[in-house]
């Protein structure tokens, strides 16, 4: 195997076995930009995530003056997301289909990717702080790998990526939440016992989303919180009251409370060719 390096006209080029390797004037990639995909207003989307509902009583005794003792009730709701992966190659139903967004010359084998995106459907809140992004929306992001971590807090992540298949460039998507509970380790335990006349924790269960024993969920939303009131005698969830018609339980309702997000802008791919023929 031979190698040569030379100069010409004040470029380096060099050459291995009898082929052009690297020249200084010519670039390495070759792209074709009058093949490019270009894409406006292209929205990429994640359904709503599998949650439960988390209900917390609690139960304070208080010295409101030396030797007299009152008893404060209180509760709180939050939605409960459960564990779950997301993406193509996952059974329904948290599949999620590979979408075809263009074709390329064949013999492509590299795709140059840039994406300008803003976020234009806001998932619900984990805990009370906003589903985190490190993405710099509205501005061009060069995607090196053609993938990207769009969505990222608490046990709850989302990405995106663009797939090469052929002459068909496809955009796949993945959601997770992770087993452990998120930001609160572990997290709520999945339980929902008889009752208790203290403080208890219940997780009562939604769509894909059981009670399990063994397993936590990640605090999302807060639904709502009461008290502590010392005027009601509990805020125990419905169907577990004890001893009181005074009880005034926290809703459970999570009408408006969805874990959909939508990212929506401009996508430019250029096809090229590592080594041009």
Known sequence: MSFFEYTEDGHVIAEHAGRRAIDTQVPM??????????LTGYSISWPDLWKGTLYYQTRQTVETVPGVFADYFGCSTWAGLVEQEWGPAEAAPNNLPDIAIGTVPAGTDYLEVWVTLTRTVNPANILDLALASNFPEGLPVKLDGHSCV???????????EFVLSGTSVLL????????????????????NPSGAAGNAEFFYPGTNAPVDGSKYATHGQRIQQLGPDKDIPTHRPPGKEWGSSNNV??????????????WTGDIIIKPGFIDAP
């Open 29 to 38: 990639l070759n792209l074709v930009p009058g093949a490019a995909i270009t």
């Open 150 to 160: 769009v969505e990222e807090f608490g046990g709850v992540a989302r990405q995106f």
């Open 172 to 191: 796949r998507r993945y959601q997770s939440v992770n087993a452990l509970g998120g930001i609160v380790q572990p997290g709520f335990l999945r339980n």
């Open 249 to 262: 339980p926290c809703s459970m309702d999570m009408t408006g409370i969805s874990y959909a997000s939508t």
